[in-house]
């Protein structure tokens, strides 16, 4: 009663976490102290009946036992580690319930004479015994979060102790060499004695933490001294079954405890792979962000520097660093900053190709081993990088923006040691943040000089239509046979305030490369409708005529943005003129003619660019429904070309009822020429360069152009 007290005044102290574990042990020992009172009882009136009140109390104690036990909270385990471990206790419990069985249980319940009820209580306390032993055995196995080493050792000491007594109990009574008041009786006050002792220890952990002490490294034995009592159990059971003879169940039992057995140590191997796996990972991977660490870097880098040197290929060193990661820490925190760094390195590994790797170096600078890599395919990387970095990072309510400075390093041509490559590409980011950040460098000057410009132009070239950079001039469309101004072509132009003037040869190839034609397209498009519109009030009809890159004109909703834009700026549809290469509208002849005719539909005229350069036949030019022909300038300004080849396109264009423009007349002997021709149209130098709009219309009231044509 003493040992129930302590055990259920400690299961009320709020600051014990396992209260409910220690209150099914507190009713454990009431029932078993209930039935040793009854059994007392029996003995003072010279009584020994079985089974008895007794019999209740003890029995109900061994599943309260193991209930208390089941309640303890354990740590989380993997699914092999959790089938290792039940199959461990389903071992331990067949082994000694097999044992116990041959030793204790089986002569004494051979005597089938005993009364049904008799009976069925000598077979629940075996059964009752398999449980609270299974439970004991899980106790030791695994333990529990809420108990200190030493107060689980007290508590399996007691319930080992019940268990003892109560088998040691049971054979002598079977054998009829049970006397009361031996030895024998002391277990089981020593048994509630360890269990009360367990629970005081843990209501004074609970009132008075201990400091946690680490394991020392000679401790680690006692973790695996659990698992080595199963395989000694195991060892003693075979050892016990050598040379007797067996019936079915024991042999039914022995293949049973061997299957279990043998899949346990192969849930071991697996589970040991398992380990090993992730082991290798942690000691590979930076566990912040899931890319590689700087442990290996070298060694990788100099394997890949080494096969380079073999094969003549060269390998890419990029050393990356955030430059604005000290702010966003002070400022928002460090759970912020790390965040960042986690989508800066996603972002990173999805713009790499498939044979990079990314290595985390340290904080937030980031490595990159690009194999195969030469510097114009280094370049495209590096920008490719820093652009990633450069878009926005949503974190949480947060929007940061951040910038990166990026230095590269060739191998083995910089260096032929990884340490060294490593230390130029450093060296490249620093000058690389020295020249203003956010952009890269290569450790070599020389490559610098030549690749630095179109990085630099890439650099400008993204944010410059939002900065206000871009400009559309107007070149005039002349008819050749009257010298009238019969329309404009809007050209666009770009004046970077870093890079100055830029070609439309340079940055429209860079825009369609990195992507960004699309909206600069639908920004000219857009630009020249308002401004013929604008027109219209002082020169009423003049028209415009815009180029539409292949990526623009590829788009589904390209025909419903002309609208929308016509819409808005309310300009005529006969006034605007689209310019389509021969190349964007044969790559898909069909979606292209359906788009054609749309745009058709909606009263817009088409004309079929650079004609000439492409593959185009006859019967692929009478399929399209375009307006215009234009003869692309190649052909116009090369002296050596056949005035019949000319002749031909600008008989087929009028064959076809088409419009036929010549591009780029530069001289009046050109002029005379396609008027021989019987050209429509002539655009060129030789009439006038592209102008801003304002000049446009000025140009239209001058007279006395070249070869007395008038601009009128």
């Given at each position: 009663m003493l040992a129930t007290r302590v055990v259920w005044t400690v299961a009320r102290l709020p600051q014990v976490t396992a209260a409910r574990a220690w209150r099914w042990l507190g009713h454990g020992l009431l029932a078993w102290a209930l039935g040793g009172l009854m059994y007392s009882g029996y003995e003072l009136l010279g009584l020994s009946p079985f089974p008895s009140l007794a019999d209740l109390g003890y029995l109900a104690a061994l599943p309260c036992f193991a209930a208390g036990l089941m309640a303890l909270r354990r740590e989380r385990r993997g699914t092999l580690q959790t089938l290792s471990f039940l199959i461990d206790v389903s071992l331990a419990t067949l082994i000694l319930g097999a044992l116990g069985w041959q030793i204790f249980f089986r002569a004494t319940l051979a005597d089938t004479a005993q009364p049904i009820l008799a009976l069925w209580i000598s077979l629940a306390y075996p059964v009752l015994y398999l449980l609270l032993c299974a439970a004991t055995v899980t106790l030791a196995l695994w333990r529990p979060l809420d108990l200190q080493r030493r107060v689980v050792s007290l508590l399996a000491a007691g319930l080992l102790c019940f268990l003892g007594t109560d088998v040691l109990y049971f054979q002598a009574v079977a054998r009829g060499t049970y006397v009361g008041g031996t030895w024998l009786d002391l277990g089981w006050p020593l048994a509630a004695l360890l269990i009360a002792w367990a629970a005081y220890r843990s209501g004074e952990a609970a009132t008075r933490p201990q400091p946690s002490w680490p394991q020392l490294p000679g401790e680690w034995w006692k973790r695996l001294l659990p698992h080595y009592a199963v395989l000694a159990a195991f060892l003693v059971y075979l050892g016990l079954q050598l040379g007797i003879p067996l019936d079915r169940p024991q042999q039914v039992l022995l293949w049973l405890i061997m299957g279990l057995f043998a899949l346990r140590q192969l849930l071991v191997l697996t589970d040991n792979q398992r380990l090993q796996r992730q082991l290798t990972h942690r000691a590979e991977h930076d566990p912040l962000t899931g890319v590689r660490n700087r442990s290996d870097l070298e060694d990788n880098l100099?394997?890949?520097?080494?096969?380079?040197?073999?094969?003549?290929?060269?390998?890419?060193?990029?050393?990356?660093?955030?430059?604005?990661?000290?702010?966003?820490?002070?400022t928002f925190g460090h759970v912020v900053g790390d965040l960042l760094l986690q989508k800066l390195a996603t972002r990173l590994s999805d713009a790499l190709p498939a044979d990079a790797v990314l290595f985390r170096f340290g904080g937030d600078e980031f490595v990159v081993v690009l194999p195969g890599h030469d510097a114009p395919a280094a370049a495209r990387v590096a920008q490719t990088l820093l652009d990633a970095a450069g878009k926005a990072f949503q974190i949480g309510p947060e929007t940061l923006h951040v910038s990166a400075s990026l230095g590269v390093a060739l191998a083995p041509g910089d260096a032929t040691h990884a340490t060294a490559a490593i230390e130029h590409a450093d060296g490249a980011m620093y000058h690389a943040k020295q020249a203003g950040r956010g952009t890269w460098r290569f450790a070599n000057e020389r490559l610098n000089g030549l690749h630095m410009p179109q990085a630099q132009l890439e650099v400008q070239l993204r944010g410059a239509l939002e900065r206000g950079e871009f400009a559309m001039h107007f070149q005039p469309l002349i008819e050749l046979s009257s010298g009238r101004v019969r329309s404009f072509e809007a050209l666009m132009r770009w004046t970077s305030p870093v890079l100055g003037p830029v070609s439309p040869a340079d940055f429209i190839a860079v825009a369609e490369t990195r992507e960004m034609m699309g909206g600069l397209g639908q920004w000219a498009l857009r630009e020249s409708i308002r401004q013929m519109c604008a027109w219209q009030a002082a020169l009423p009809g003049v028209s415009v005529a815009v180029n539409v890159s292949a990526t623009q004109f590829a788009h589904e909703h390209f025909v419903a943005e002309t609208r929308a834009a016509l819409a808005e700026y309310g300009g005529a549809p006969g006034l605007l003129t689209l310019e389509v290469t021969e190349s964007a509208v044969l790559v898909d002849a069909a979606q292209a003619r359906q788009k054609l005719l749309d745009l058709r539909a909606l009263g817009v005229r088409v004309a079929l660019d650079d004609f000439g350069t492409g593959y185009s036949s006859l019967g692929q030019l009478r399929s399209l429904p375009v307006?215009?022909?234009?003869?692309?300038?190649?052909?116009?300004?090369?002296?050596?070309?056949?005035?019949?080849?000319?002749?031909?396109?600008?008989?087929?264009?009028?064959?076809?009822?088409?419009?036929?423009?010549?591009?780029?007349?530069?001289?009046?002997?050109?002029?005379?020429?396609?008027?021989?021709?019987?050209?429509?149209?002539?655009?060129?130098?030789?009439?006038?360069?592209?102008?801003?709009?304002?000049?446009?219309?000025?140009?239209?009231?001058?007279?006395?152009?070249?070869?007395?044509?008038?601009?009128s």
């Open positions: 100099q394997q890949q520097i080494d096969q380079a040197r073999r094969w003549n290929s060269v390998v890419a060193v990029m050393f990356m660093d955030l430059d604005r990661m000290k702010e966003i820490n002070d307006d215009v022909l234009k003869i692309d300038r190649v052909f116009i300004q090369d002296s050596h070309t056949d005035a019949a080849f000319i002749q031909a396109m600008i008989s087929m264009g009028h064959s076809l009822g088409l419009e036929v423009v010549a591009e780029g007349i530069e001289d009046a002997a050109t002029v005379a020429r396609l008027q021989a021709l019987h050209c429509d149209l002539g655009q060129g130098f030789y009439f006038a360069r592209p102008q801003s709009a304002g000049q446009a219309v000025a140009a239209m009231t001058l007279n006395g152009p070249p070869s007395s044509l008038q601009l």
